[in-house]
C-alpha cells in the first residue's frame, strides 16, 4: 500500500461512561466534581469492500469548551453531544475518500451547522475531532499500520487543502521526517485549588486511595520537574499563590520548568502585565521567574485575538488554547503577537499536524525557534483516549506534556477489571497495578508507551467494553 486508501464512513456509535474525580478541578472560576467519557466506534469501508471498525474516547468535560456562566455542566456536556451527531451526520453523507479527504470535505460544513445550532467554534472541533480519530484508527487497523507510520508515508492523505498558506511547503516531506519518541516528560498541573504541602491538609480532606495528593507528595512519588501553574486573573492573589508553590519547587535538587495558564481569566492584556510586574519585582519568585517557558491563553478568547499583544510578547512567549477554534486560529494569533498554540486531541488530530507544519515553516523561513507547540491536557483518561492523545503529542515532538488526568482519576476509574488488566497485558510500560487498579506509570518524572507507538491503529491495542458502557444520545 503506497497511496492514501480511500474510504468512506458506513456506521458510527456513541458510548458513555461516567468519571468521578478524587477532588475537584478548577478551570478558571469553575469547579468540576465529575464528567462523562465519550467512547465512539465507527465501521469504514474502502473501495475494495473491505471493512475496518475504529474507536476513539475523549472526557466531555463541562466548564471549559465554553465558558459562559449561564450554561450548567450538563448544558455543556449536551453541546458536545450536539457537536458530535452533527460531526456523524456530515461524515456519513460523504463519499469515499481518504481519511483526510473526508475531514476536509466535512469540516466547513460542520462548523457552519454548529454555529447555526449557537454552538462555540470549540465545541464544534470537539465533535468532528472525535470521528477523525475513530476513522484514523479504523483505517490503520484495517491495513495493519500504526498511525505513526500512516503518518509518516501519509496514508492519511493529509495536504494544505485546509491551510492554503501551506502552499508550497513540502508537507509529505515534513511528516515522513516524524520521529515520534516513546518517551515524554509529564509535566504536573499545579491547580487553583490543589493543596500544595501535606501539613496543610485539613482534618477530613486526606484521601484514603495510596495516590500522591499534595504537589510535595505528588514531586516524591512521581520525582516531576515540569509544572502547568493555572493562575486565576487576580494579580496579587496570584503572585501570593506563586510564591507558595516557589517554596515547593525550588526545593527540587534539579532544574525545574514551568509553564503558567491563565484559562482565560484576564480581562486585558493589561491585568497580565501586573501580574508579570509584581512576580518581577518578587524576590522569592525569582528561581519560578526563571524557569517560565510560556503563558497559555491568558486572555478571554472574547478578547485575545481582538487586539495585540506583541508588547506583552517581548516579556514572556504567549500561546493559545481556547482560543484555538479552528484550522486558522494561528494565523491570527501569530498576527497580533502569539508565538505558541497548544495541541489537544479534544481539538483536532490534523489540527495538530497542520499548526506543527506552520511552525516548521515559519521558523525555518525566519532562521530561528521563535514559534512553538506544546501538549496540554484535558484531564485526559487512561486507556485509550490517553493513548490517542500520546501518539499526537509524540508526532508533533513535544517533548514534554501536561497531564493531570491520572491525579484527578484513580487509575482507570470505572473501567471493567478485564479492560484494565488487558491494557496492562498490552501496554505494560505505561501502567502499574499494585494488586488494584490500572494506574499511569510515572518514572523520573517520565512516562513510557513504545507499545503505544507500534499498536496498529490509533496508539491501543485494547478494545474498550462497549457492554459496561451507556448507549450515547
Known amino acids: 500500500m503506497s497511496e492514501a486508501p480511500r474510504i468512506r464512513l458506513v456506521e458510527a456509535e456513541v458510548f458513555e461512561r461516567p468519571v468521578d474525580f478524587r477532588f475537584p478541578f478548577r478551570f478558571g472560576a469553575a469547579r468540576v466534581d465529575n464528567a462523562p ?21 475523549e472526557m466531555m468535560m463541562p466548564r471549559w469548551f465554553d465558558k459562559n456562566p449561564e450554561l450548567s455542566p450538563g ?32 469540516e466547513a460544513d460542520h462548523h457552519r451547522n454548529a454555529a447555526r445550532r449557537g454552538l462555540p467554534a470549540l465545541v464544534a472541533s470537539y465533535g468532528l475531532a472525535l470521528v477523525d480519530r475513530a476513522i484514523i484508527d479504523a483505517m490503520c487497523r484495517m ?7 500512516a503518518v509518516t508515508r501519509n496514508l492519511l492523505g493529509i495536504s494544505d487543502a485546509t491551510a492554503p498558506d501551506l502552499a508550497g511547503f513540502d508537507l509529505a516531506r515534513f511528516l515522513s521526517r516524524m520521529a515520534p519518541s516513546p518517551t515524554l516528560a509529564v509535566r504536573h498541573t499545579i491547580g487553583l485549588a490543589d493543596v500544595l504541602r501535606a501539613v496543610d491538609l485539613e482534618p477530613g480532606q486526606r484521601l484514603d486511595d495510596g495516590l500522591p495528593q499534595t504537589l510535595d ?51 486585558s492584556g493589561a491585568v497580565v502585565a501586573d501580574l508579570l510586574d509584581r512576580i518581577e519585582k518578587e524576590p522569592r519568585l525569582q528561581g519560578l ?9 491568558p486572555i478571554a478568547r472574547a478578547e ?42 479534544c481539538k483536532g488530530f490534523y489540527r495538530s499536524l497542520i499548526n506543527r507544519a506552520r511552525v516548521e515553516k515559519w521558523n525555518g523561513d525566519a532562521g530561528n525557534s521563535r514559534y512553538f507547540m506544546s501538549a496540554e491536557d484535558l484531564t485526559t483518561q487512561a ?3 490517553l493513548q490517542q492523545d500520546l501518539v499526537l503529542a509524540a508526532l508533533i515532538g513535544a517533548g514534554h506534556i501536561e497531564r493531570n488526568g491520572h491525579h484527578y482519576v484513580d487509575g482507570m476509574g470505572r473501567a471493567p477489571e478485564a479492560e484494565q488488566a488487558a491494557y496492562l497485558a498490552a501496554h505494560g510500560e505505561l501502567y502499574e497495578s499494585a494488586a488494584g487498579p490500572a494506574r499511569l506509570a510515572i518514572r523520573n518524572g517520565e512516562i513510557t508507551f513504545a507499545s503505544v507507538l507500534r499498536a496498529a491503529g490509533l496508539g491501543s491495542s485494547v478494545e474498550p467494553d462497549w457492554a459496561s458502557m451507556a448507549v450515547g444520545s
Not at 467519557?37 to 474516547?57: H, K, L, N, P
Not at 450536539?82 to 460523504?94: D, F, H, Q, W
Not at 521567574?289 to 491563553?297: M, T, Y
Request: charged share 30%; with cysteine; hydrophobic share 40%.
Open 143 to 149: 491495513n495493519g499500520v500504526s498511525a505513526a507510520e
Open 75 to 106: 448544558d455543556n456536556v449536551e453541546q458536545l453531544r450536539i457537536s458530535l451527531r452533527l460531526a456523524i451526520g456530515g461524515l456519513r453523507s460523504l463519499k469515499a475518500d481518504t481519511a483526510f479527504g473526508l475531514h476536509t470535505a466535512a
Open 217 to 267: 507528595e505528588v514531586i516524591a512519588a512521581y520525582r516531576h520537574r515540569w509544572f502547568k501553574i493555572k493562575v486565576s486573573g487576580r494579580p496579587a492573589e496570584d503572585c501570593e499563590r506563586l510564591v507558595a508553590i516557589a517554596a515547593v519547587l525550588d526545593r527540587i535538587d534539579e532544574t525545574y520548568r514551568v509553564t503558567l495558564d491563565g484559562n482565560e481569566q484576564f480581562e
Open 304 to 345: 485575545a485575538l481582538s487586539k495585540p499583544v506583541v508588547t506583552l510578547a517581548e516579556r514572556l512567549p504567549l500561546e493559545i488554547d481556547e482560543s484555538d477554534g479552528d484550522v486558522g486560529s494561528f494565523l491570527r494569533a501569530r498576527e497580533l503577537g502569539y508565538s505558541g498554540i497548544s495541541s489537544k486531541s
Open 383 to 385: 486507556g485509550l483516549g
Open 289 to 297: 521567574r526563571a524557569s517560565v517557558l510560556f503563558f497559555e491563553q
Open 37 to 57: 467519557q465519550v467512547f465512539v466506534r465507527v465501521r469504514i469501508e474502502d473501495e475494495r469492500g473491505r471493512s475496518g471498525t475504529g474507536w476513539s474516547a
